[in-house]
C-alpha cells in the first residue's frame, strides 16, 4: 500500500493549485484522508480532512479558500487551493487511514504520501 501525491509547483499569491493523492495497493477500505502541512523551520499542521462519508475539517487558516474532497471508487483525495497567499507555502503531505489484507488478517495503518512542494510568490 502506498499515497502518491502529486500537484504542487509555484504559483503567484492569489492563485489556485489542486491537489491529488492516491492510494494503491491491496486495499480493503479508506476512512479518513487529509492533508497536512509543513513550512520551513515549523511543525506540521492539519490542513484539512474528510471522513468516508464525506465530513470535512479544515484549519481556520485555509477557511473558504481551501476545499478538500474525495472519490472513494479511486481511492483518491484532492485539494482545491484557492486565493492563495505566500504564507501557504509549504511542503504538502496527503495522509490516510488504511485497511489492508495480510493474507487473510486485515490490518489498519496510517499512511503518508511523500509530499509536494507548494510555493507561493510573486
Known amino acids: 500500500v502506498q499515497l502518491q501525491a502529486s500537484g504542487g509547483g509555484l504559483v503567484q499569491p492569489g492563485g489556485s493549485l489542486r491537489l491529488s493523492c492516491a492510494a494503491s495497493?491491496?486495499?480493503?477500505?479508506?476512512?479518513?484522508m487529509g492533508w497536512y502541512r509543513q513550512a520551513p523551520g515549523k511543525q506540521r499542521e492539519l490542513v484539512a480532512t474528510?471522513?468516508?462519508?464525506?465530513?470535512?475539517n479544515y484549519a481556520d487558516s485555509v477557511k473558504g479558500r481551501f476545499t478538500i474532497s474525495r472519490d472513494n471508487a479511486k481511492n483518491t483525495v484532492y485539494l482545491q487551493m484557492n486565493s492563495l497567499k505566500p504564507e501557504d507555502t509549504a511542503v504538502y503531505y496527503c495522509?490516510?487511514?488504511?485497511?489492508?489484507?495480510?493474507?487473510?488478517?486485515?490490518?489498519?495503518?496510517?499512511?503518508w504520501g511523500q509530499g509536494t512542494q507548494v510555493t507561493v510568490s510573486s
Open positions: 495497493g491491496s486495499i480493503f477500505s479508506i476512512s479518513s
Open positions: 474528510i471522513t468516508s462519508g464525506g465530513s470535512t
Open positions: 495522509n490516510a487511514d488504511i485497511t489492508y489484507y495480510s493474507g487473510r488478517v486485515l490490518i489498519t495503518e496510517d499512511y
